[in-house]
RNA sequence: UGGGCUGGCCGGGCGACCGCGUCGUUCUCCUCGGAGAGCGCCGAGGAAGGUCCGGGCUCCACAGGGCGAGGUGGUGGGUAACACCCACCCGGGGCAACCCGCGGGAAAGUGCCACAGAGAACAGACCGCCGCUCCCGUUCCGACGGGAGAGGCAAGGGUGAAACGGUGGUGCAAGAGACCACCAGCGACCGGGGUGACCCGGCCGGCUCGGCAAACCCCACCUGGAGCAAGGUCAAGAAGUCCGGUGCUCGCACCGGACGCGCGCACGUUCGAGGGCGGCCCGCCCGAGUGCGCGGGUAGAUCGCUGGAGGCGGCCGGCAACGGUCGUCGUAGAUGGAUGGUCGCCACGCUUCGGCGUACAGAACCCGGCCUACAGGCCAGCCCGUCCG
């Protein structure tokens, strides 16, 4: 699991993350991740936190897709910077997802988030 | 052994590793405010749900009277209290165990009763039954049949959820509680039983009365307001402090809000503004400041925060709900909100034999209930049958 000290405790944040933070989604879930600079202080991140609305589901379903996306989500803390705040918003579909499914969706969707911009240009 | 009725209980189990939260403990760091690491204990439900009732707790309020508003509704008990529970009564259903009931009043008043039907609440006459008058026909001169008219009747048919008691007789032109007997029902009285709702028996009366009160209404009883974002404490600040947002040169600027200060306007200090007494009125009390400009926005730390009408067992009282007493147990306290991941074995259900799935559903101050959802399973008691003895 992941520690409360990586915890997103307010709405500015979040909302800070949504809307301006580099998007990238998935079947089941949309990750947000922001590169922090308005924060507290510096280095003593990351920060992440999550977004399970009832469209999802029940409570019982909504903790179950919580705790698993916590639970992955912790395989990734040490590859963001210090300062990143990221959101990972579940769609309907995670409800049925098993716990492998979320993830791998996790994973491509944390990589795609963190690399470096460049154009995609392929002929 | 087949079918049924009722009550209670469980609601996956064991184990390994890596993680999460509270608490305890041992260390480490430290700006002495705290922070981190290791170890250990514990860590969602029978409904935690819907938020429909009732209480505890907290703050505010607490002369009185009238009117209104909401709730409850057979009787007696239980309880902190209830709309809950238990026992009984009444009515209905079932061979029975047992189940069902928004169970006060329709003879205080108002209102409504669709469709069908002639008529639906000061009922009514379609078919029909009955005699009388007139006309026509037949005639074995006793009458008979048909038509028309003015009447009588409500027994039979038909409609309906419901048609103003039922059966038998007397009576009559035909009929009718018009009268009589019995029965049902209503009301008064008397006797007996029960704390009571009510029940049993007797006698008399007039002969007969529809339903809806979850339509208004009437009667009896009950009811202060707000809610843990309740509320307490601490920190900071004397014209600012705190919180939030935006921007960047990253500690400042701007914008917005809460509290406080200040400003303007209005009313007012015993000729009383304004407020309180759940709503309105009377009345009473407080009272020197109050209201508007003012649209909304935001949520520091900590306590409250879990030992309580508590669980389990024995004995006693009680038909029971429950109460008394003794012993014993220690079992979540989060605040973007702690239960997840990878596996092994077993149980159960499907299976294409590879496997897949395991209901309903997540505490948020705490209890007692109600209602709703729920795969599968266990236990006990009782009733009706069948077979054997």
């Not at 492998?100 to 944390?110: G, K, N, Q």
Request: with cysteine; proline share 4%.
């Amino acid at each position: 699991m992941l520690s409360s000290a990586h915890r997103l405790t307010d709405g500015a944040s979040f909302r800070e993350a949504v809307r301006s933070g580099r998007r990238s989604g998935s079947r089941t879930v949309v990750v947000h991740l922001a590169s922090g600079t308005s924060g507290g202080a510096a280095g003593s991140g990351p920060w992440v936190g999550f977004v399970v609305s009832r469209a999802v589901g029940n409570a019982v379903t909504r903790n179950r897709v919580k705790r698993r996306l916590r639970h992955l989500v912790r395989e990734h803390l040490s590859s963001l910077p210090g300062s990143a705040v990221l959101v990972v918003r579940a769609l309907p579909a995670s409800a049925d997802a098993s716990a492998a499914e979320l993830r791998t969706d996790l994973a491509r969707c944390l990589r795609r988030a963190l690399a470096p911009v460049e154009p995609e240009v392929r002929t």
